[in-house]
């Protein structure tokens, strides 16, 4: 069964701090997608990004930067030089791609609060 | 306008009431879910349909049916709610399973 941890339940920092939110899991797929979603006071759930198994390249977008290492089983995603408006609940989330009939998986979130 | 459009956005009700929550998609998808968001829990999946003939319980179905009218439209009913069943619900739609889900703004649920 496919499982995704997100150790970090709340992190706090201050305005143009670094931050990481950490994505651990585990599935016995060799072929597989994960996810990063972002969730705004307003409640609505925002795409972030998509990496299949296959593609361990790190992507850069803007401020954000995601990390994917399969020896570590991990999807980690960092915000440089972090803003108030980065404040949100993230959650990763996690497809096996084998069967055709694969549901998302999700982590419980971490709550980012970035204060000025 | 929105791609996926939930409605009512919020509703508030009734211990043993029936409800019915209400999911449309101008995306064109054949895949659509329900899920329900506890505060610390995540999202959790309760039914997904592949397309009109196919519907599919989800981690969390007790006390839930769906119906899948139309490739556009997939509704969620609770025939009596109860207090626990107050959450914040979400439907999303996708292309595939490899593609990212599409969601809804949200429908926040208060049973009393």
């Known amino acids: 069964a496919q499982k995704v941890t997100q150790a970090q339940t709340e992190i706090s920092v201050v305005e143009k701090e670094d931050v990481t939110l950490d994505c651990v899991y585990e599935?016995?797929?060799?072929?597989?997608?994960l996810f990063w979603y972002k969730q705004p006071p307003s409640g609505e759930l925002v795409f972030l990004i998509r990496?299949?198994?296959?593609?361990?390249q790190n992507e850069i977008s803007g401020r954000y930067s995601w990390n994917f290492q399969k020896s570590t089983s991990s999807f980690n995603f960092t915000i440089t030089a972090s803003q108030v408006v980065d404040s949100a609940v993230y959650f990763c989330?996690?497809?096996?791609?084998?069967?055709?009939?694969?549901?998302?998986?999700f982590g419980k979130g971490t709550m980012l609060l970035v204060s000025p | 306008d929105a791609d996926v459009t939930q409605t009512p956005r919020n509703r508030i009700t009734k211990t043993g009431k029936r409800i019915m929550l209400e999911c449309s998609q101008t995306?064109?998808?054949?895949?659509m879910y329900w899920y329900r968001q506890d505060p610390g829990l995540g999202l959790r999946l309760i039914y997904y349909s592949f397309d009109v003939k196919d519907i599919n319980k989800g981690e969390i179905s007790d006390g839930y049916s769906v119906s899948r009218q139309a490739q556009a439209k997939f509704s969620l009913s609770l025939e009596s709610a109860i207090p626990n069943q107050t959450a914040l619900y979400f439907c999303?739609?996708?292309?595939?399973?490899?593609?990212?889900?599409?969601f809804g703004d949200g429908t926040r649920l208060s049973i009393l």
């Open positions: 599935t016995r797929d060799t072929t597989y997608y």
């Open positions: 995306k064109g998808h054949d895949r």
């Open positions: 999303a739609t996708s292309e595939d399973e490899d593609q990212p889900q599409h």
């Open positions: 990496r299949n198994s296959f593609d361990e």
């Open positions: 989330a996690l497809s096996e791609g084998n069967s055709g009939y694969s549901t998302l998986t």
